[in-house]
Nanobody, 124 residues
């Protein structure tokens, strides 16, 4: 069992930055691939970034490539999402998720555990 707790969301002006953190419980965090997803109001949940167990392989959606960076610290059981040059269209609830495999997926259904989400609002 893995419990995930996100933090770091908030209100920011366009062009600003935020860093999301996701703290995981459990001793086997290093065995899980991790993903960050977001769900804008009235839209489906989408994968914005993912990282494999070691941190050496990452994925970014085209919409965030070059602006967002995913990283993990297995010693701290934490995964991060650094978000720069934020745009109003980045406004959404952001979720972190853990997949019981060493390699990530972009599909929400492939993830086993989810956090409660943190709101990110970008004003124009």
């Amino acid at each position: 069992q893995v419990q995930l707790v996100e933090s770091g969301g908030g209100l920011v002006q366009a062009g600003g930055s935020l860093r999301l953190s996701c703290a995981a419980s459990g001793r086997t965090f290093g065995n899980y691939a991790m993903g960050w997803f977001r769900q804008p109001p009235g839209k489906e949940r989408e994968n914005v970034a993912a990282i494999n167990w070691s941190g050496k392989s990452t994925y970014y959606a085209d919409s965030v490539k070059g602006r967002f960076t995913i990283a993990r610290d297995n010693a701290k059981n934490t995964v991060y999402l650094q978000m720069n040059s934020l745009k109003p269209e980045d406004t959404a609830v952001y979720y972190c998720a853990a997949r019981g495999r060493s390699y990530y997926s972009t599909q929400p259904s492939d993830y086993d555990y989810w956090g409660q989400g943190t709101q990110v609002t970008v004003s124009s």
